[in-house]
């Protein structure tokens, strides 16, 4: 029976699920706090410059054309998906390099560079992660509602050593370190440290393999804005500049019956969805006298991850002379220092691991002929640090753009043209996540899976999650799965 359905937010999580809500002939609403569709991956457009907000790293392409294909079209007539190779040239502290790629032969012949014994090693490595991904991958598309759930799946993750970190797992097959960090450090695009999220998280690695990295001609931007018409196109309704302030519930039958926005107005639903950071939805859109089982205590009981400090920067001058990839990871010499330094959520360490994303190497039309749009990532503590962002941030800006320019972009701050930042104080306030973390409710074992806030709440059975703090993480897919995950939960 078709339902009148909310969504409210329109990141990826929310945009797959109400794109697949429309297709089953429920009537949906999306609605989007902001001026533009993406959430996370909102596009700033400055001084002929666009900059992708959020996630650059697109995987699993098969998920984003089972959304084109449950409305009988084809993703590729809407965005145009181009491989990158390498998939990431990683730098250690002295600038040496390792490119990544899907071509076992040539990562061989990158691994010969650092440490030659470690190619039989890497070789097992890469061969164990199909069994990862056989067991893992099935699971980010199943709901993990009751307990039982888990137990299911138990014996298989701890057949898996689900149980080791990343960084631990690695370390079992790689004696290099600079080599340990380049093939342990993808728990940090989720929002998790290495040497804490669980080895299951090694199956992104066969996920890159066999189904490559790739990029979204127009950027990341693109592939939401694709993702709106098809919404459109589909009949379902979308209200940009509508923040939700509350669901609302009745108390009688424990059920959501609608939201009311900050203007006033309130929309009646059959069901919704929340694509809004799941503490935030349960903190302040929900009465806590409503909460039996998502308290304010549980709630807050949970490790977040990380923030990030986002510099987005266009300069006047091309540096395509080679030196950099599309995607690069410039890490820190005490990495494990670092680490622990940015999860204990203490202080603001004082050196830096960074992501340099250089999109025009690519698809020049994302700046003015001539120019170089950039943007260069540094996960920083999320805001139960003792950090004034108010203060800390054009130092911290500073400090990373000298050392771009000292060591990767000559002349860098002579060239820029376009600028922007954002820092934890924006997750917080603009994204409504909250302590200002970036990716939500941390990936260790104990919070995934059923430990993880779950798609349907345990308190109004009309009450879904979608989006990177709920099952199965953050991530594109992950997000995406959340979308598939609780539109298959509603039915239709």
Request: aromatic content about 12%; glycine content about 8%.
């Amino acid at each position: 029976m078709s339902k009148n359905i909310v969504v409210i937010g329109s990141g990826f999580g929310g945009l797959a699920a109400a794109i697949r809500l429309r297709a089953k002939g429920h009537r949906v609403t999306l609605l989007e706090k902001r001026d533009k569709l993406g959430g996370r991956a909102y596009v700033y457009e400055i001084n002929g410059f666009k900059f992708d907000g959020g996630p650059t790293v697109i995987t699993a392409p098969w998920m984003f054309d089972e959304l084109w294909q449950l409305a009988g079209k084809r993703r590729e007539d809407y965005v145009t998906f181009l491989q990158l190779d390498p998939f990431y040239r990683i730098f250690d502290e002295r600038g040496r390099f390792l490119d990544y790629n899907a071509d076992h032969e040539f990562i061989l012949s990158q691994i010969e560079k650092f440490n030659p014994a470690d190619k039989e090693g890497y070789t097992r490595f890469i061969a164990s992660t199909k069994a990862i991904f056989e067991t893992g991958m099935p699971l980010i598309e199943t709901p993990f509602l009751h307990l039982s759930d888990m137990l299911r799946v138990a014996p298989d993750l701890i057949r898996l050593q689900s149980y080791r970190s990343v960084y631990g797992y690695v370390s079992k097959f790689i004696q290099d370190e600079f080599l340990r960090r380049c093939f342990s450090f993808h728990p940090l695009l989720i929002g998790g440290s290495p040497l804490t999220a669980s080895s299951l998280y090694v199956l992104i690695h066969y996920l890159e393999r066999e189904w490559g990295i790739h990029y979204a001609v127009g950027g990341t931007g693109a592939i939401v804005a694709a993702m709106g018409r098809l919404f459109d196109e589909l009949g379902g309704e979308t209200c940009l500049n509508a923040e939700v302030e509350e669901i609302l519930i009745d108390e009688r039958t424990r059920r959501a019956t609608g939201v009311r926005l900050k203007s006033g107005e309130t929309l009646p639903a059959d069901v919704v969805v929340s694509n809004a950071d799941v503490a935030y939805t349960y903190l302040n859109m929900i009465p806590a006298r409503y909460r039996r089982t998502n308290s304010d205590r549980w709630v807050k009981r949970k490790k977040y991850s990380m923030s990030l400090f986002v510099i987005y920067f266009g300069t006047k001058r091309r540096y395509n002379d080679g030196r950099l990839a599309h995607h690069n990871i410039i890490l820190s010499e005490d990495y494990k220092g670092l680490l622990r330094r940015l999860f204990s959520n203490t202080t603001l360490p004082e050196d830096f691991s960074l992501y340099l994303h250089m999109p025009t190497l690519t698809d020049p039309s994302l700046a003015p002929p001539g120019h170089e749009a950039f943007y260069v990532l540094s996960p920083v503590p999320h805001l139960q640090a003792k950090v004034d962002w108010r203060v800390q941030a054009k130092p911290y800006r500073d400090a990373i753009m000298q050392f771009l320019e000292a060591n990767y972009l000559p002349d860098l701050q002579a060239n820029i043209v376009a600028e922007h930042y954002i820092d934890p104080l924006h997750f917080k306030n603009e994204l409504n996540s909250y302590l200002g973390s970036a990716f939500s409710v941390q990936p260790t074992l104990l919070q995934s899976a059923w430990f993880r806030p779950h798609n349907r709440s345990e308190d109004f059975e009309n009450l879904y999650f979608v989006g990177a703090g709920t099952h199965p993480g953050a991530g594109l897919p992950g997000v995406l799965a959340s979308g598939k995950i609780a539109a298959e939960l509603i039915g239709g």
